[in-house]
């Protein structure tokens, strides 16, 4: 059999109408496709409608939707009233409960009244395809459709086939995907798929930042944004879409993966959701939204200092850009050589903290801060240096340091000691999990790349990312954070090291 849902005058049954149900119901019907909605519960059918219309309303007010398209949408748009209305669809998307055994009872009952070649997609974020569709007597017509919330704005969808899947159902949902005006990407029957396992890099290792009293969660989110460009910050992230909901996903991937230690979720958070610090829901998160935001303080406090004559700066990665950039600014910087008699010794590691890079440079780390070069090829519009001290540092060498950076007339986070800074923990942490998903086979490389930056809002997706840092680069970060730590969840992949030491690009396939 061949599956095909190109035919004009397919019906779409949508299955659950809450806030995905109803977002994919009016995509659907938006696309100028007949659209039924269905809901268990008495009365939710007609509030999506009604919210739906006052969305729509919203556009015809912006100029965005004519009213006539408008009438036509909330025409194409029905209620069903039992699932035996679904008998004239020809896809059915579920939406309903995230809950293996409903979701089985549901697609079973379906079954019963759908035409023989209807094909059923589900819209699960954490469970898998396949065992969905085992509970089916024809899962070779069963598949995902995960779109994003909320699907009017989200134009990705990842298309999933389950493992009994007919071969031509992938294909099907993909041109069905691109009919209703999304950018589809296809993702194997793997935990969190493209976008929710990609996503297991930012939050969690900014938590342990944050955990071992590196950077307060406001400066590891001021410079996500300032340093590298990222549109928000992980805690802003957390706060946004919950404390809890990204805590479940976290402990589902891990758990999924068999206890993977790159997905290892927080104690931190786990602790901040029992206690109901959920983020903008609760009015408290990692931000206080139940009064003006308040600035936290900086972690460290750098007495403001004038500018040095001249600093000592190492010659590694990115320590010639750097002094480029203070001679600019009219401070004397001196690249190698001696460091003697000068105000401060800058390095620039790439995955060592400062107390390492001092002793194996055999500087005085009481003269010695350490500063990032890694993340600049990113952002080269704005910068936001992160200058890092170890516990040597003496408070007038930090305070040269930071003054010099500031000469530049960049803003400067002071840090403390960390194996890998801020940005270049965060930074090798996604292209890493980037690369695992890569090698898994989740998905190829391109579409790795357009589903985060899509579905995260990244500003580049993880392999492109590496690119541009330059894998040799965010493997040197890694293995700097494996060999210090001895902590396996930075263990660089196959895929990442192979690419790295070839000197090709990461999305090259095998
Ligand atoms: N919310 C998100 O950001 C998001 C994103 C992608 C995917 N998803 C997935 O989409 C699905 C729905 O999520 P949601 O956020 O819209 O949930 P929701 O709670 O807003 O809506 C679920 C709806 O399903 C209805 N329902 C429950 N059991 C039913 C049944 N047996 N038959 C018919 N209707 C039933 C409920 O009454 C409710 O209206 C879940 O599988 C979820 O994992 C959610």
Redesign the pocket.
Known sequence: MTINLDRPDLIVAV???????RGIAQVCAQAGLQTLL????DG?VAEALTAVGKGLDGQVAKGRLSAEDKAGVTQRLRPMTSLADAASAGLVIE????DLG?KR??FRALEKHLAADAVIA??????SVTEIAAGCERPSQVGGL????PPPVMKLVEVIGGLRSDPTLVDALLAFSLRIGKRPIVATDTPGFVVNHAGRAYGPEALRIVGQGIASPREVDILMKEAVGFRMGPFELFDLIGADITHAVMESIYARYYVEPMYQPSAQLAVRVAGGLLGRKTGRGFYDYTDTPKASAPTILVAPQAKPASVWIADEDGGNDLAALLNAAGIQAAVGGSPSAHAVNIVTPLGEDCTAAALRLKLDPARTVAVDMFGRSLNKSSAHYTAMKNPRTAPDALGAAVAALAATGAPVTAINDSNGFVVQRLLAMIVNVGSRIAELRVAKPADIDTAVELGLNYPKGPLALGDLLGPARVLAVLDGMQTATHDPKYRATAWLRRRATLGVSLRTPD
């Open positions: 299955i659950g109408a809450g806030a995905m149900g269905y809901d268990a519960r939710a939406a309903i409960v995230e409903v009872d549901l589900t819209n699960t974020s954490s469970l995960h779109f994003f919330n």
